[in-house]
């Protein structure tokens, strides 16, 4: 006998979105068979106009254990119950199939794809100022050699007295430092990220943190002082440390990057993440909210690609919040009807000037947050995602 499953088991996020208009795509397939390699945001946009309000439509069925795992070769269809849309699953297909069976080792499909938020999940940490300041830090490599790899020794100071022999630790390079540059008196932190390279000349001027004489001499005014918020750093190798003392000698287990003096020492983050992600809107999106961060790209980044934003646990940020970006408008001269030194641009100088309307470029799902700042995914668009980019509520495309 057949037996239909519903597809996911969080009744109360759906309970919660369901009170909101659910417009299918005009296109939309009845069923569909699941495929290596799809996710449960991908079905979803087969189905759906606003793919982030999938848990309105997947309904729990308590009577069946596992109710969210959806496995290649399961046939998805769209029903309707009391006259609203319904995603069920018949997974009686698929276990009349033995090539199908046979695809089910590799497991259920995932709400993202975890590989390409795996390396945000381990490896990078946002670290406060005062955190930063007291990490112990390498000072050399044996030899003096500029880089060290595996099997290599490298010396470290300020390594916590309970940390010992044969503890493991993780060496990490700090990759941006991010700044609070609002303005006296206004209450919207305004971030902005400073690249950190070893060598300052690598790093265009204007992401680069200030200098030694700036921080002496206009740095110290009020108005110049910027707090520094955090500093993200990404785990460069694994260590395990072979002899304490100050400096502390640590041998390099394992590493994805060579150590180099400067690097950091953190602790292994044994945290234990859940990468069961169900998208849904903030009830109320901070008018500052901006994208302060792309990775591994220099012009902008699209599908299932990272960004870090300037929104943290500290202003309700959770794993899930769903958010559509916009590139923000420019503002540009109207040399059609106030040409330059004319009589109506000097008559209207507040009319010589216009913004552009902001431009819809996609949507990204928060999975990673920390105190003030979060890493998320990009999930789809129709432009790439940029720095400054802002960000608003998933159902608004313009």
Known sequence: MKRILVLTAVLFIAFSVQAQDIELREDHPREYVVQEGDTLWDIATRFLERPWQWPAIWHANPQIDDPHLIFPGDVISLVFVGGEPRLMVDDSVR???????????????????????????????????????????????????????????????????????????????????????????????????????????????HERPAGRVWQSTFGRMERFDYPVIGYEMWEAARARVIQTGDPAILELTSGRREVMEGDRVLPVDEHIFDTTFHPRAMDDTPERARVLAISEAYYGVGHYQIVAINLGSADGIEPGHTFSAFRPGEKIRDNLRYPLLS????????????????????????????????????LDGTNAIRVDDVLDHPDREL
């Not at 975890?114 to 490896?123: G, K, M, N, S, V």
């Not at 641009?345 to 105190?371: C, H, I, K, W």
């Open 95 to 205: 276990r009349m199939s033995p090539e199908v069976r046979r695809e089910q080792l590799d497991g259920p499909i995932s709400t993202i794809p975890y590989d390409a938020i795996e390396p945000f999940l381990r490896q990078p940490r946002i670290i406060s100022r005062d955190e930063f300041d007291s990490l112990p830090y390498v000072i050399a490599n044996y030899e003096q050699r500029v880089m060290a790899g595996p099997g290599d020794r490298t010396y470290v100071r300020g390594l916590d007295d309970d940390i010992g022999v044969g503890d493991e630790v993780v060496v990490a390079r700090v990759s941006f430092q991010f700044e609070d540059r609002r303005a006296p008196g206004d209450d919207d932190i305004s971030l902005r990220r400073n690249r950190m390279r070893h060598g300052p000349g690598q790093v265009p001027s």
């Open 343 to 378: 009589r109506e641009a000097r008559l209207n100088s507040d009319q010589r000037y216009v913004t552009l309307p902001e431009e819809y470029a996609g949507q990204l799902m928060v999975f990673r947050p920390f105190e003030n700042i979060s890493y998320a995914i990009v």
